[in-house]
């Protein structure tokens, strides 16, 4: 993100400069305003910090040549160019392809684009935390996650229309993920949203997560519902043994 502010403060101002942005594994055209490319035009355009040349047409020549292997082949089977207009499309799109391209011509026509390359969201997923799980409690906590990393997008709780919490975390190494404590008799309408700039995706909680943990049948509380089982059929068994010797003494006595 501080690499996208550095980018519009270099070219605040400018007014050929757009910025474009773009799904990835979708396509994106950088269009050069050019509706028909005269006799002795030369066309470059160029990538990053390093201005690297990728594509050139050079009309004289009557050449229209594409680098792909430049920059490790990251533009490799993903450039072509318009013969008619010199304008340049990317195909299939990664966030490797975030960055400026610039457009240089011959006639001294000069523009920039600030394209930012956005990673595919994921729907996310809400499930119960069965450690906060208990039949006897007034509420249900449950947890929504993006099953992806993802940067550059913020997980949020929403209550109707409204933002109950988000969090946003730029680490590929970790997954985002949001806790929500509902009430059993709640009527209000929850999604999880996850979202960047462009796009979005949403999953609606399902109420009854909380209803079957209410009632005493949800998975996270059978553990607990067992245990009890158990220990109230290992006090019934130390009671009988203990019926039994008082019983075998008792008649001990009466025989003595």
């Not at 966030?95 to 011509?105: C, P």
């Not at 000069?110 to 595919?120: A, D, E, G």
């Not at 919490?165 to 806790?179: E, T």
């Not at 019983?247 to 003595?256: A, C, F, I, K, P």
Request: proline residues 2%; glycine residues 4%; contains cysteine.
């Amino acid at each position: 993100m501080e690499h996208h502010r550095l980018l519009a403060r270099v070219f605040a101002g400018s007014d050929a400069v757009k910025s474009v942005s773009v799904t990835e594994g979708d396509s994106v055209s950088l269009n050069s305003g050019v509706t028909d490319m005269m006799d002795d035009d030369v066309i470059q355009w160029r990538f990053g910090d390093e201005n690297t040349l990728i594509a050139e047409i050079d009309v004289i020549a009557g050449t229209m040549t594409v680098y792909e292997d430049v920059l490790d082949g990251r533009f490799r089977d993903r450039l072509k160019l318009d013969d008619q207009t010199g304008s340049l499309t990317i195909t299939h799109t990664t966030t490797e392809h975030t960055g400026v391209y610039k457009l240089d011509m011959i006639r001294n026509l000069s523009r920039s684009f600030i394209l930012t390359v956005y990673s595919r969201l994921p729907v996310p997923v809400i499930i119960s935390n069965s450690s906060h799980c208990s039949s006897s409690s007034s509420s249900c906590s449950v947890v929504c996650s993006s099953v992806l990393s993802v940067c550059d997008a913020t997980l949020s709780w929403y209550a109707g229309i409204s933002v109950l919490s988000s969090i946003s975390v730029c680490d590929l190494s970790i997954s985002l993920s949001l806790p929500l404590e509902v009430e059993y008799q709640d009527k209000n309408t929850y999604s999880c949203v996850l979202n960047n700039p462009i796009s979005n995706q949403t999953t609606h909680l399902d109420i009854n997560i909380c209803h079957t943990c209410a009632e005493g049948h949800a998975p996270c509380c059978d553990s607990v519902e067992a245990v009890l089982r158990l220990v109230v059929t290992a006090l019934m068994g130390v009671a009988s043994a203990a019926a039994v010797v008082l019983l075998v003494n008792d008649v001990r006595s009466t025989r003595g």
